[in-house]
């Protein structure tokens, strides 16, 4: 389905027809990008939503005729998620440090070799879980999302060189896990 | 295996994402549930005010066309009253008659030729002569009449119907005039009157008690009752109010009326409830049922008081009311609502009786109790279940014209 102007300029109206179309077409594109930051679906649509209402409440404040839907879409909806991130901060931080170990072990059991067999991608994403969070999001919207650190530091209101400073902690310790990981599955192909 | 910087990079870059769970409708509805509310809903509201005032202004219209009518009809009737105190059409020849002993023809000597009444000997121009008769001539005499009510000069080309210029006679004569006529010596003047009016007095008494002309009334009422639903632990009290107008015909002592009203029922125990997915319940509580009636009724009258039966079919048209939306026992979304109602009968029907009682010339105010025949919700979808016969009373003002 293609998302031409006057579908969106519809959307602006609040003509609902138009906007299941391009809520559609929306989900179809982005729920991919929270899921990254949601293991929980329901979370994700949640956040998604809340997205999804950003895009069309600024639907009404931008030049249609000139947006590239796909570009805008997608900076929104993941500001959106970052915005998300910073209100549960606190939380999500609690979560890390009581679940790291077990988070860890989990892994392993469900990579059996990270160097030889692909890993499947949620046991991939929760690596990122036993790292702190800050640092892992500043690896996802670099590696993953492909903004660079002045974007990511106006996302997240650090600076520039925090941002790579994260980014740089966030390799070292993704290195530490994955040889900690490697480390495990080898002790049990030798049992 | 060591891990340079752009492995990770590659091993996150190229992780699958999985897909996400397919698109389904649900998902919109939460979305929807967001987003504002469209202004469409309240085109309904503006439908109503804009029908309600186009029924009040056909209904005021077709009033004053009709009035306007009556008017008209009552100014030709009354130009004719000159013509009326002046020698009847039957009278036109100049005679000269000997004064009969009769008291009309010495108080018409006593007036000096002022009064011009209905005496047909005492007519405008008509003359005394020394032997006492009385000569009586073509209007060419015709004395300007001061004492008439009615000033209108006298034309006496003016077309008028027989029956008309004789009601206006009814409206205008004194009392002796009409004694007179009771007791006239030329009878068959009277024969040229074409209907069955030929005595004044019982003419009068038709034109007086027996109104047969239709008339329009308009009517407000407020009213209690039972809910057409019965819910365990709620109240059951419903309250209406109705505005409406129509047509009020007397025929002898029988009265008919055929209206329409617009009605605004107050609730608080209609629950619309649907299940769009296996954990999703929407909650529509109808706070106001919006309806349109159409009350026929037919009485007996009797002096100020009048009794009538009536009936009054109906239909729902909409409501407004709160809906509420909850998914696995989470509320997400509350908001009020107005629209059409879902899964009950449309057409509506009330049977009752209605006293009346006139406070005042054309004002009346009714006591009535009405049992609902037609039960609008009968869908398993409404909380509660049907009530037998739901009753209510009202009071009502009426004004006729």
Redesign the interface.
């Known amino acids: 389905m293609h998302i031409t102007s006057e579908i969106l300029e519809a959307c602006a109206k609040n003509d609902r027809r138009a906007q299941k179309q391009l809520y559609e077409h929306t989900y179809r594109m982005l729920m991919g990008v929270c899921m990254r930051y949601y293991s929980n679906e329901e979370d994700a649509r949640f956040a998604f939503n809340n997205g999804f209402l950003k895009i069309i409440n600024g639907l009404t404040a931008i030049n249609l005729e000139e947006i590239n839907y796909a570009a805008w879409s997608k900076r929104v909806m993941v500001n959106v998620l970052i915005d998300e991130y910073r209100k549960n901060k606190n939380h999500h931080t609690f979560i890390f440090a009581k679940d790291t170990d077990r988070e860890l072990e989990l892994y392993a059991s469900n990579a059996s070799n990270a160097g030889e067999e692909s890993m499947n991608y949620q046991a991939i994403m929760q690596l990122l879980n036993t790292i702190p969070p800050i640092s892992a999001h500043v690896f996802t919207l670099y590696v993953i999302d492909g903004y660079n650190h002045k974007e990511i530091g106006d996302l997240l209101e650090i600076t520039e060189g925090t941002s790579k400073w994260h980014l740089s902690t966030a390799r070292k310790q993704l290195r530490d896990r994955l040889g900690e990981i490697e480390l495990l599955n080898e002790k049990r192909c030798a049992i | 295996?060591s891990?340079n910087?752009q492995d990770?990079?590659q091993?996150?870059?190229g992780?699958?994402?999985?897909?996400?769970?397919p698109?389904q409708e649900s998902?919109?509805s939460?979305?929807?549930a967001?987003?504002?509310a469209?202004?469409r809903k309240k085109v309904g509201f503006w439908w109503i005010i804009s029908g309600a005032a186009t029924l009040a202004l056909l209904v005021g219209g077709t009033f004053l066309y009709v009035n306007q009518s009556g008017q008209t009809t009552h100014t030709l009737a009354a130009k004719s009253t000159s013509h009326a105190n002046t020698p009847s059409v039957d009278n036109k020849s100049t005679a000269t008659q000997p004064v009969a002993e009769t008291p009309s023809a010495n108080e018409t000597i006593s007036t000096k030729g002022r009064f011009t009444g209905t005496d047909e000997a005492s007519c405008g121009n008509a003359k005394h002569t020394k032997n006492g008769a009385i000569k009586t001539t073509p209007s060419d005499h015709l004395m300007p009449n001061d004492d008439l009510t009615d000033n209108t000069p006298f034309r006496s080309t003016t077309p008028v119907a027989p029956q008309a210029e004789e009601l206006v006679i009814v409206d205008r004569l004194p009392p002796y005039g009409l004694e007179f006529n009771r007791t006239s010596r030329f009878p068959e003047k009277n024969s040229s009157i074409p209907t069955d009016c030929k005595n004044l007095h019982s003419c009068m008494l038709e034109a007086t008690t027996f109104p047969k002309a239709p008339r329009f009334y308009v009517q407000a009422s407020a009213g209690i009752g039972q809910s057409a639903q019965h819910v365990v632990g709620q109240s059951d009290l419903v309250h209406f109010y109705t505005v409406g107008g129509g047509l009020y015909k007397k025929l002898d002592r029988m009265v008919f009326t055929f209206g329409a009203n617009v009605r605004v029922d107050f609730t608080k125990n209609i629950l619309y409830t649907t299940y769009p997915s296996s954990n999703t319940r929407v909650d529509t509580k109808y706070s106001q049922l919006y309806s349109f009636e159409m009350p026929v009724s037919m009485g007996y009258e009797a002096g100020r008081n009048s009794i009538v039966a009536t009936l009054t079919p109906g239909f729902q048209t909409a409501f407004s009311g709160n809906q509420q939306e909850t998914q696995s026992n989470v509320v997400v979304r509350s908001e009020q609502t107005f629209g059409k109602i879902s899964n009950a009968k449309t057409l509506t029907m009330e049977i009752g009786a209605t006293y009346w009682r006139s406070l005042a010339p054309n004002w009346y105010a009714g006591l009535g109790m009405n049992v609902d025949i037609l039960k609008p919700f009968n869908s398993t979808m409404y909380a509660g279940e049907q009530r037998l016969l739901p009753f209510n009373g009202q009071l009502s003002l009426r004004r006729t014209f």
Request: proline content about 12%; aromatic content about 20%.
């Open positions: 295996m891990w910087d990770i990079d091993l996150f870059k992780a699958q994402a999985p897909e996400p769970a698109f998902f919109w939460e979305m929807e967001m987003l504002p469209q202004k």
